[in-house]
């Protein structure tokens, strides 16, 4: 792993794509310090895991000076946690707007805020947020969650702007459907797990769901130094989903 992205604090790496990636750049020499709520598999690489729930904005910012600490610096921060509340403007839940806010955008711009001096004392590095190919779509039944994401992708371009004078790249990536936990409720959406399955080959151009390790790969990169030139981008993985929905922007 080239410079940029050397010490990384992930949060939300005790499953799924967050445990992927973790695997990923430990693996290629980065050194990293885990966050979650959960807890996270023995064997995981992380050269130490906090707790953390991102709806705790004190706990980010210790986590943050945490991570500092324990890494001498941070050259690069990951957030993946994120929640999933779907519905309609009728079906939804009446707090559904707010909780989804709270954690997929709120929580990210205060990790991010606590992070950027860290970052700028590293002489710049890398914010990496997980948004979602639904950032950049809109689909049935799933308002709050694609309102929220794609806040979250229209913070990525503004942060990225701001930052970049201080060579802090700002980056969102953004899956199509993965098989992880997360994806529960959506799954309710279709009939079950079961049901979804049976339609994913008419979601996905790719006719399959991504799978972490694919994920692991392209947070390695993002954050490494091959991709110093990229920031604000939305990096869509989708399986050729958004091809088929189109993007909206
Ligand atoms: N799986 C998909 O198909 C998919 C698609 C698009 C976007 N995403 C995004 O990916 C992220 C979820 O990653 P995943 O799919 O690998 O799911 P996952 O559930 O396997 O992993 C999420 C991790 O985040 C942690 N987490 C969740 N809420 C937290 C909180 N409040 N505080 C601290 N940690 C918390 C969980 O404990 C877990 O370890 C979300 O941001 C989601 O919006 C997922």
Aim: glycine share 10%; aromatic share 6%.
């Amino acid at each position: 792993m080239s410079q940029i992205g050397q010490r990384v604090l992930v949060v939300g790496g005790s499953s799924g794509m967050g445990e992927a990636g973790v695997r990923a750049l430990a693996a290629c020499g980065a050194r990293v310090v885990m966050a979650d709520r959960k807890k996270a598999p023995d064997d995981l690489g992380a050269e130490r895991v906090l707790e953390i729930d991102i709806g705790d904005d004190t706990r980010i910012s210790s986590v943050v000076s945490e991570a500092g600490e324990i890494l001498g610096g941070l050259d690069a921060v990951w957030n993946n946690a994120g929640v999933c509340h779907v519905g309609t403007l009728e079906s939804m839940e009446l707090d559904a707007f707010e909780l989804s806010f709270a954690l997929n955008v709120r929580a990210n711009a205060l990790l991010a805020r606590a992070a950027l001096p860290l970052l700028r004392q590293a002489g710049g590095g890398s914010l990496l947020f997980t948004a979602s190919a639904a950032s950049i779509m809109v689909a049935e039944g799933s308002l709050p969650y694609i309102v929220s994401k794609s806040a979250l992708l229209t913070m990525t371009r503004q942060l990225a702007l701001e930052y970049a004078r201080d060579n802090i790249r700002v980056n969102a990536l953004c899956p199509g459907w993965v098989d992880t936990p997360f994806n529960a409720p959506a799954w309710e959406m279709f009939g079950g797990r079961e049901s979804f399955l049976q339609k994913v080959p008419e979601l996905v151009p790719l006719h399959r769901m991504g799978t972490v390790e694919e994920f692991g790969a392209i947070v390695r990169f993002i954050l490494s130094a091959d991709a110093r030139f990229m920031t604000g981008q939305a990096v869509v993985v989708d399986g050729g989903e958004s091809l088929i929905k189109g993007p909206t922007r």
